[in-house]
Structures are given as C-alpha cells and as structure tokens.
C-alpha cells in the first residue's frame, strides 16, 4: 500500500459525510486537491466573513465582552487569536492523513475550556440545512477541535455555529429608521444571529472519515460512481465538449 502523505482540510472531509455521497466524485476530488473546474462561487461572501471577525474583536476589545448572542454558548473571558493555516493542522499516525483548518473564532471559557465557533452567513433553514450544511459543519468543527487540542489548545469543551442571515425585510421601515439605513452614497444592511452548538465527537466524528479518505485515495482507478450523479454529469457534459473542439 502507498502509504503517501494525504492533506485535507476539515472542510473538505465534510464532504465524505454526505450520505449516498458518489465515491467516484470524492476520488476525483482528492486527486484535484478539491479544485474542480465547475465550481461556482459568490463573490459577496468573501468580505463579509472576515469583516464578521473584525466586528467581533472590535466589540469585544472596546467593551471586554463578546456581543449578547454569544450568551447562549456560555460565559467567555477572551477571543483567542486564531493560529495560521500553516500551523494549525495535526497529522493522524494511523492513516498519515495531514488535517488542515481555519476556524473563525477560537474563544477561551470562564471554565479555562476552549469554544470553537464558525460562522455560516446564510438564510438559515433548519429543515434543509440539517441534512446538508449542518453535517457538513458536524465534521469540519468536530476536525477544529482534534486539531485544536494536538497544538496544545485544550480542553476544546464545545464546537458551535452562528448563522449571520441578512435581514431584508424593509416593508415596515419607518422613515427615521430609512434615514439610518441609506445616505448620500451607500446603503447598510443588518444580520440576525441563530446560534447552534454542535455535539463534540471528534474521535467518533473524524475518524473513519480519515479511514474513508485513506482507502479511497489507494484505490489506482476511480470507482463507480452513483446513478443520476449530477457532478458526474457535469463532468461528461466537459470532456464531451472539450473532445469537440
């Protein structure tokens, strides 16, 4: 067996949690490093998170206090710097499988205990999201916490999510509240908190995913994959227009 060293981010590992996942799809994108030709994404998220972050230390540096909604995670007494990319990873002995990861904010616990909390900036719909994104973040949040813990950031006593949901319903803005909202040259839009606290199980979590990850990755050719794959067919729309050229 090729016993290579394989990096994937706690991100990506989510995908292998998908039930009914097409094993030929999570084969092809371990050896893309999950960089796909048809991927699609949405500029407008991209400030937003870090700008999320900023808002969060900026609050908590001026009033020594996180914003309310953090309340329901518990009491914290400081936001921890998050390590870089570069450093926050740990590599698993049994599958030589490196983790990698970055989570959004790392908080330190009146207990001592660690929080690790990731922000999702979304609608929020609790009847499609836990059968999708949620599990997704089940793994990637329950990955923070091995990692967390192996550089020496422990105990990770809790993981959770806060989804920050645009709020765009202005049908009953009074005017002084309109007059808050736009000015000459720009206009502000608020989001609403849903906080989720996720259960902690990374060893039950992240393990056999890891092995999952391992025994695809030995595999020489890709294996079948699902019927009615929609990124399989993604795939066979490009190579037939490509083999067409």
Same mark, same amino acid.
């Given at each position: 067996?090729?016993?290579? =060293?394989?990096?994937?981010? #706690?991100?990506?590992?989510?995908?292998? #949690?998908?039930?009914?996942?097409?094993?030929?799809?999570?084969?092809?994108?371990?050896?893309? =490093?999950?960089?796909?030709?048809?991927?699609?994404?949405?500029?407008?998220?991209?400030?937003?998170?870090?700008?999320?972050?900023?808002?969060?230390?900026?609050?908590?540096?001026?009033?020594?206090?996180?914003? @309310?909604?953090?309340?329901?995670?518990?009491?914290?007494?400081?936001?921890?710097?998050?390590?870089?990319?570069?450093?926050?990873?740990?590599?698993?002995?049994?599958?030589?499988?490196?983790?990698?990861?970055?989570? @959004?904010?790392?908080?330190?616990?009146?207990?001592?205990?660690?929080?690790?909390?990731?922000?999702?900036? #979304?609608?929020?719909?609790?009847?499609?999201?836990?059968?999708?994104?949620?599990?997704?973040?089940?793994?990637?949040?329950?990955?923070?916490?091995?990692? #967390?813990?192996?550089?020496?950031?422990?105990?990770?006593?809790?993981?959770?999510?806060?989804?920050?949901?645009? =709020?765009?319903?202005?049908?009953?803005?009074?005017?002084?509240?309109?007059?808050?909202?736009?000015?000459?040259?720009?206009?502000?839009?608020?989001?609403?908190?849903?906080?989720?606290?996720?259960?902690?199980?990374?060893?039950?979590?992240?393990?056999?995913?890891?092995?999952?990850?391992?025994?695809?990755?030995?595999?020489?050719?890709?294996?079948?994959?699902? @019927?009615?794959?929609?990124?399989?067919?993604?795939?066979?729309?490009?190579?037939?227009?490509?083999?067409?050229?």
């Amino acid at each position: 067996m090729n016993e290579d =060293q394989i990096c994937i981010s #706690a991100k990506n590992l989510g995908s292998f #949690a998908i039930p009914n996942c097409c094993n030929r799809c999570l084969w092809l994108k371990l050896r893309l =490093q999950f960089s796909l030709p048809y991927q699609i994404f949405h500029g407008i998220s991209s400030p937003i998170d870090p700008y999320t972050k900023k808002i969060i230390w900026k609050h908590f540096e001026k009033f020594g206090r996180l914003p @309310d909604w953090f309340s329901e995670f518990g009491e914290f007494n400081a936001v921890v710097p998050v390590p870089h990319y570069s450093k926050f990873f740990m590599v698993d002995e049994e599958t030589n499988i490196k983790l990698t990861g970055m989570p @959004d904010e790392i908080l330190q616990r009146k207990d001592n205990g660690y929080s690790i909390i990731d922000y999702e900036s #979304a609608r929020f719909n609790l009847v499609k999201d836990s059968f999708s994104l949620l599990l997704i973040y089940k793994v990637q949040l329950n990955g923070y916490a091995m990692i #967390a813990e192996s550089i020496g950031l422990k105990p990770v006593k809790q993981i959770g999510l806060i989804y920050y949901e645009p =709020q765009t319903d202005v049908i009953e803005t009074t005017t002084d509240e309109l007059n808050k909202l736009v000015s000459h040259d720009n206009f502000l839009m608020g989001f609403g908190s849903n906080c989720f606290e996720i259960e902690l199980k990374p060893d039950e979590v992240v393990r056999p995913l890891l092995k999952k990850v391992r025994e695809l990755w030995e595999l020489y050719e890709a294996p079948k994959g699902i @019927d009615n794959c929609e990124d399989c067919g993604k795939l066979y729309g490009l190579i037939t227009l490509l083999s067409n050229q």
